[in-house]
């Protein structure tokens, strides 16, 4: 049985060493937009999409032969959106209405990601992936939403998400893809109703040069 297991780990360290040397780790600057909603757990107002932005730097580290590998990054990523607390007694008493609502994030994405690299050489000319996996997003800052020196919301201080995209690499240089965020935890709640917390969504345009 320790023959067994020693061959084994000697055959898993392999079969790594091969991975990892035959990897390709590349990075560049990445620039984008965004289209977000906030989804609330009570329907009580009315919330529309607002447009934000995000820029950054890529990373990929893909592992050759078999077109899977991860990406992960590091932005500045602004999403948000309009919030009408006008239409309710509650916050149109105070001075509240439509507010729009920003949130400035540091973001950390990490995507398990395919690409499809067997196409006969064609592949450094246009080659089309996919990716997948959890945003990890720190709140540095928000828009300030107050009347008389109060605040409408608390800010959960960070959220995350999940990713779903496609995408195109041309020319092994620059990354075209699209993708849509679900938020899984709270962004934000409203002061005065401790149970009407939302979570942030949307879509996502992204152009990447990878060196």
Not at 55 to 64: D, S, V
Not at 128 to 145: E, M, T, W
Not at 166 to 171: P, Y
Request: proline share 3%.
């Amino acid at each position: 049985m320790k023959v067994l297991r020693m061959a084994a780990l000697a055959l898993v360290t392999a079969i790594s060493s091969v991975s990892v040397a035959h990897a390709e780790f590349r990075y560049g600057p990445l620039l984008g937009g965004n289209v977000t909603n906030f989804k609330f757990k009570q329907d009580l107002v009315d919330v529309s999409s607002q447009f934000g932005g995000h820029a950054g730097l890529q990373t990929e580290l893909m592992f050759g032969g078999i077109g899977f590998g991860v990406d992960f990054g590091l932005l500045y990523y602004m999403n948000g959106a309009n919030v009408n607390l006008g239409q309710k007694p509650i916050w149109s008493v105070p001075g509240f209405g439509n507010e729009r609502v920003l949130i400035h994030n540091l973001q950390i994405p990490v995507h398990l990601r395919f690409k499809w690299t067997r196409m006969n050489g064609l592949e450094d000319y246009i080659a089309p992936f996919a990716y997948a996996g959890p945003d990890f997003n720190i709140q540095l800052g928000h828009s300030s939403v107050k009347r008389h020196g109060e605040s409408a919301f608390k800010y959960s201080g960070g959220d995350v998400g999940v990713t779903v995209g496609l995408g195109v690499e041309l020319f092994r240089h620059y990354q075209i893809s699209a993708g849509y965020t679900w938020g899984l935890t709270y962004t934000l709640k409203t002061r005065l109703l401790e149970d009407f917390s939302t979570r942030c969504s949307g879509w996502q345009f992204r152009v990447a040069y990878m060196f």
